[in-house]
């Protein structure tokens, strides 16, 4: 059954500690990409990898950190630098955008505490 | 860059009454318009799309129109039923971004049919 998985689905962390969000898709994407998802923010993007060892940051990369070493995942990293963590985390992957649709994972809600 | 501005960021309709949902976009080079509808709790889908050189596109009680020239999209959904209460997404696929490929997305719209 092809698709994108998350963990965890729920993050709890203390203020100061680095977690790390696991993205994993078997769909044979190249492209995937993270997104952060705040109420009345719609979805912001923060990393994007189009191919394996190469990533580019978004538009709210500070404070997040990626990695790309296997085409089927993408973690990301949320460091005790980036000040407003709290917030419902969104992987994606695609072909090709002009040709094809981005799919999207079930989401894993952080909560600083 | 792009930017894409969507309204209403509420809209609330009775059942069996039509929504529209308006973006409007800043790059004329964007090329690719999909929305996707959110439900409470769950992950963003893909409804409808359409590309840069189509004006209309319809899939049963939904329809998306594009205006190139006045830079603006739109999601027309027909005959509203309970289960159409979502938040949707527009987002656009800027042509000029030298081979990267990254949608921007409008702030959302909440939609809800009353029963």
């Known amino acids: 059954d092809g698709g994108i998985t998350q963990s965890p689905k729920y993050l709890f962390r203390k203020e100061g500690q680095n977690v790390t969000l696991s993205c994993e898709q078997n769909?044979?994407?190249?492209?995937m990409y993270w997104y952060r998802q705040d109420p009345g923010q719609g979805l912001r993007l923060i990393y994007y990898?189009?191919?394996?060892?190469?990533?580019q940051k978004g538009d709210i990369a500070e404070g997040y950190s990626v990695s790309r070493e296997k085409k089927e995942s993408f973690p990301l990293t949320v460091t005790s630098a980036q000040k407003n963590p709290t917030a419902f985390y969104l992987c994606?992957?695609?072909?090709?955008?002009?040709?094809?649709?981005?799919?999207f994972g079930e989401g894993s809600r952080l909560t600083v505490l | 860059g792009e930017n894409v501005e969507q309204h209403p960021s509420t809209l609330s309709v009775q059942e069996g009454d039509s929504a529209v949902i308006k973006c409007t976009y800043s790059?004329?080079?964007?090329?690719?318009f999909p929305w996707y509808k959110q439900e409470l709790g769950k992950r963003p889908q893909l409804i409808i799309d359409?590309?840069?050189?189509?004006g209309e596109k319809k899939d049963q009680r939904i329809a998306v129109t594009l205006n190139k020239t006045a830079k603006h999209f739109s999601l027309h959904i027909t005959e509203t039923q309970p289960e159409d209460s979502a938040v949707y997404f527009c987002?656009?696929?800027?042509?000029?971004?030298?081979?990267?490929?990254?949608?921007?997305f409008g702030k959302g719209t909440k939609l809800t049919v009353n029963p």
């Open positions: 987002a656009a696929l800027p042509g000029s971004q030298g081979g990267s490929e990254k949608l921007v």
């Open positions: 359409i590309r840069s050189n189509v």
């Open positions: 994606a992957s695609s072909i090709l955008l002009s040709t094809g649709e981005l799919f």
């Open positions: 769909l044979n994407h190249d492209a």
């Open positions: 790059d004329s080079a964007s090329n690719y």
């Open positions: 990898s189009q191919i394996v060892n190469d990533f």
